[in-house]
C-alpha cells in the first residue's frame, strides 16, 4: 500500500482498464482501483449479455467479452488490481504525492492520478423478502454475468424496467423456463418492438404480482407468489432500480460542470498531475461512447507522462514497441 505508483487510475470501467494498459504500455507503474467487486464498470453492470457494435474493429462483440478482453489487456502489462475499494479522498502532499483514502482509511500513493470513475458508484436495489438472505450473491444476482451460469436452470427475473426484459429475452436461449415478474402493470422505459419480441418470446410473464417468500434447505428450490402460486426457481435476478451515489470531484477539488469535470484537448483537469477520461469528462461536444473513453484514456496517459517527464513522448506505436515479441 506504501508504494508510489507512477499513475493510479481510479474507476475500473471499459475507459479505467484501457488506461491501465496503456499507461502499463508506456512503461508507467500503473494501479487501477474500482469499487464494485467486478471490472467492466457500466459494460458489466448494465449490458453483459448484449452485444456492443460501434467499438472500432469490433464488428459486434458481448459486453462481457469486451470488459474481459480490456481486462486481459490491462492485465498483459503488469497492471495492480485492487477491487471493492471506493475512493472517497484526494489531496496532494507537500512532496506533489496523492494520497487517495479509502472509504475504510486505507492509503494509496501515486505521483499522477487518472479519473475514470464515471459519474461515480452504482448499487442495486437489494431484494429483501422472506427467505431471501440466504441465498444472496449465490443464486440472487442484479447483474446477468456469465449468462452460461443459467444454461438448463429455471430463471425468474424481477423488474418493472426494459432491463428486465432483456435479460429474460437473454435468458430464454440457454435457461430451461424464465419467469418475468412485474410488481406494476406495465413495464417501464420500453419501446414497443421490446414488447414484440417478449410476447413473441416463450417467457412467461407475470404482472401485478410480487414474490412472498424463497424456499429450499441451503438452496433455493421454490418462489411463492403474492396470488399463493409456487414457481420452481434455480436462479433470481433482480432488477429494481439502483442508487447512484455520485462521485466528489468537487470536494477533492476539481473544477465540476454539473458533476462531471471539464478539460481541454490533453485531458487535463483543474489540478496539475490529475487527469480525466470517460464519461466522467466533459468538453464540447463530448460523446459517452465506450471507444471516445478509449481514445481519452491514450490522450490522458501521454498527457500524464508529459506531466512525469517533460521529455517523454507525446505517444508512442504499440507496433514499434512491440515489434520484437
Ligand atoms: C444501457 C446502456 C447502453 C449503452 N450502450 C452503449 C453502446 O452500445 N456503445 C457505446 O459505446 N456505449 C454505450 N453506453 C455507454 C457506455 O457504457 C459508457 O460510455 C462507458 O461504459 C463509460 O465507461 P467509463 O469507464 O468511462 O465509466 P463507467 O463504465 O461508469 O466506469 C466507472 C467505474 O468507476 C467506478 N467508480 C466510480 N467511483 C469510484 C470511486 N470513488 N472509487 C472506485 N471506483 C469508482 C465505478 O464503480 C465504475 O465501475 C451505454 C450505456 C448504457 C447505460
Redesign the pocket.
Known amino acids: 500500500m506504501d508504494e508510489i505508483y507512477d499513475v493510479t487510475v481510479?474507476?475500473?470501467?471499459?475507459?479505467?482498464?484501457?488506461s491501465a494498459f496503456y499507461s502499463g504500455m508506456r512503461d508507467l507503474k500503473t494501479k487501477v482501483?474500482?469499487?464494485?467487486p467486478q471490472?467492466?464498470?457500466?459494460?458489466?453492470?448494465?449490458?453483459p449479455e448484449?452485444k456492443?457494435?460501434?467499438?472500432g474493429g469490433l464488428p459486434g462483440i458481448r459486453?462481457e467479452d469486451l470488459a474481459s478482453n480490456v481486462t486481459e489487456q490491462a492485465a498483459s502489462v503488469d497492471t495492480t488490481f485492487v477491487t471493492g475499494?471506493?475512493?472517497?479522498s484526494m489531496a496532494k502532499r507537500q512532496d506533489d504525492i496523492f494520497i487517495l483514502k479509502?472509504e475504510n482509511g486505507e492509503e494509496h500513493f501515486s505521483k499522477t492520478v487518472l479519473i475514470?470513475?464515471?459519474?461515480?458508484?452504482?448499487k442495486m436495489q437489494p431484494l429483501s423478502v422472506k427467505g431471501s438472505a440466504q441465498y444472496d450473491g449465490r443464486q440472487i444476482h442484479y447483474t446477468i454475468q456469465h449468462l452460461e451460469q443459467y444454461r438448463g436452470q429455471k430463471v425468474g427475473v424481477i423488474s418493472q424496467n426494459r432491463?428486465g426484459i432483456d435479460w429474460a429475452l437473454a435468458l430464454e436461449a440457454v435457461a430451461e423456463e424464465v419467469h418475468l415478474l412485474n410488481r406494476g402493470d406495465e413495464f417501464k422505459a420500453v419501446y414497443k418492438y421490446d414488447l414484440e419480441k417478449l410476447e413473441a418470446s416463450t417467457v412467461n410473464v407475470y404482472k401485478n404480482l410480487t414474490i412472498e417468500e424463497l424456499r429450499g434447505a441451503d438452496v433455493m428450490k421454490e418462489a411463492v407468489l403474492s396470488n399463493g402460486a409456487v414457481l420452481d426457481i434455480d436462479h433470481l435476478l433482480i432488477y429494481e432500480g439502483l442508487q447512484i451515489?455520485k462521485?466528489?470531484y468537487e470536494e477533492w477539488g476539481l473544477e465540476t460542470d454539473k458533476g462531471r469535470i471539464p478539460v481541454g484537448t490533453d485531458m487535463c483537469t483543474s489540478i496539475s498531475g490529475v487527469f480525466v477520461?470517460?464519461?466522467?469528462?466533459v468538453y464540447p461536444s463530448k460523446?459517452?461512447?465506450?471507444?471516445?473513453?478509449f481514445n481519452?484514456a491514450m490522450t490522458a496517459v501521454n498527457s500524464a507522462a508529459k506531466y512525469l517527464d517533460p521529455k517523454a513522448k507525446s505517444q508512442v506505436y504499440s507496433t514499434v514497441i512491440y515489434k520484437h515479441q
Do not use: R
Not at 482501483?33 to 464494485?36: A, D, F, G, M
Not at 477520461?277 to 469528462?281: C, I, N, P
Open positions: 481510479i474507476g475500473g470501467g471499459t475507459t479505467g482498464l484501457y482501483i474500482e469499487y464494485q471490472f467492466g464498470g457500466k459494460v458489466s453492470f448494465f449490458y448484449k456492443i457494435y460501434d467499438v459486453g475499494v471506493k475512493i472517497t479509502t475514470a470513475s464515471g459519474l461515480g458508484t452504482f432491463v451515489d462521485s466528489m477520461a470517460g464519461d466522467a469528462a460523446t459517452m461512447l465506450i471507444a471516445s473513453g481519452e
